[in-house]
């Protein structure tokens, strides 16, 4: 079987997880992929450390890409192992339970078997009275899209048979860090599942990575789940944004138009502006948060933004114009202009602005076992 287990600034956890994996799987044959998103701390060298002391352990090294789930699946699918196992390099999942958790993917006709940490008999001390609020909420709307009566469809501790992957990977969102409900809802069939209770343990070391995007990204998976076949999802939080660059065009035109005085013509342009820098703060933020612009690279985005947005207006114009001397009811023609414009700025945008920066995944990884490194 293999242990997937994502890391970034994990140096005080990965040995301690090794040694404690060591115990647990006594009896099985095993190997563990940790695939670490480029941390800035000792965490590779650690890893490094361990794989050329053990042929067991393997490190896989993303370059420019992030994000947990996808981090998950580069992992599992890095490995031919008929049985795969996910779980946290912070120490708060109990590996004590992989045997379990095999034994019933083995003798039991189920699909994935979750740690659950609200099923009957688990002991949750890791989570604040917050967090937990917050995961009963998510649960439920994971179970709303699932249509199922889960315990824990969030957990980051689960087992699945490699067959069970290979039949939704190609269907799967990779957004965010709820693997699992990614994993129930993109599969073509109601996988079997099974949750067993277990021992969610205190973080003793190191940060937790959550934070208001992570629960952004959820609700993206969740909504990539219901429309993302009509309409890409990425789309509908663009336009969102966009809708939220009226306000602040409107609010701003009030400021320079009717309080500071300046001429109409000025404050519209300065308002329009005001209202392309909003948005592409926003998106950069929210719409393209796996592909964030950060540095030198952020002004230059703003810079194509901004060109972009403009051609994008242009463009709604001459098509509104066009269309109402053809008596087109100006409401009508207005938005079909403007739906010209949104799609013209999100389909240049995504292409130029927030074009992918990751490397091809052929060749994206670099793959450590023991004291060989290959590409």
């Known amino acids: 079987m293999c242990v997937v287990i994502p890391t970034l600034n994990e140096e005080q956890n990965v040995r301690p997880l090794y040694e404690r994996l060591k ?31 053990d042929h067991r352990v393997r490190l896989l090294h993303r370059i420019d890409r992030r994000g947990l789930s996808s981090a998950c699946v580069e992992g599992m699918l890095a490995s031919t192992a008929p049985y795969l196992v996910v779980m946290d390099a912070d120490l708060q999942h109990d590996e004590r339970l992989i045997p379990t958790m ?15 940490r609200f099923k009957q008999g688990s002991l949750c001390t890791g989570l604040s009275a917050r967090r937990e609020k917050l995961s009963e909420l998510g649960i439920r709307l994971a179970n709303r899209v699932l249509h199922a009566e889960l315990t824990d469809p969030l957990t ?30 993109s599969s073509p069939r109601r996988l079997r599942c099974k949750e067993i209770p277990m021992r969610f343990r205190e973080r003793l070391n190191g940060a937790s990575k959550l ?51 300046l001429p109409f013509l000025a404050a519209q342009a300065a308002a329009t ?13 929210l719409t393209y948060h796996d ?18 947005c403009s051609v994008g207006a242009s463009a709604n114009f001459t098509v509104a114009d066009a269309l109402f001397s053809r008596n087109v009811p100006w409401a009508l023609a207005g938005l079909l202009g403007a739906v010209i414009g949104a799609v013209w700025n999100y ?29």
């Open 23 to 53: 115990l647990a799987l006594n009896d099985v044959a095993w190997e563990a992929v940790f695939v670490d998103d480029d941390s800035s701390d000792a965490t590779r060298t650690e890893l490094t450390s361990l794989a050329r002391n």
């Open 102 to 116: 095999l034994d019933c993917l083995i003798q039991e006709p189920v699909d994935i078997v979750l740690g659950s």
């Open 156 to 185: 980051g501790f689960f087992a699945m048979r490699r067959d069970v992957l290979l039949q939704v990977v190609d269907r799967l969102c990779l957004k965010g860090f709820k693997i699992v409900v990614d994993i129930l809802a």
């Open 211 to 261: 934070d208001t995007v992570i629960h952004a990204e959820f609700l993206f998976v969740l909504a990539d789940k219901l429309v993302g076949r009509l309409v890409p999802v990425r789309f509908l939080v663009f336009v969102l944004v966009g809708l939220t660059g009226v306000l602040m065009h409107l609010a701003a035109l009030t400021l320079l138009y009717r309080w500071a005085e």
């Open 273 to 285: 502006y005001a209202a392309m820098i909003s948005n592409f703060c926003l998106n950069n933020h």
């Open 291 to 308: 592909l964030r612009l950060r540095g030198g690279a952020f002004y230059w985005g703003l810079l194509s933004f901004c060109v972009i």
């Open 347 to 375: 389909g240049v945008t995504s292409t130029l602005t927030w074009r992918s920066r990751a490397r091809p995944r052929s060749s994206g990884a670099l793959s450590e076992r023991s004291a060989s490194v290959s590409l």
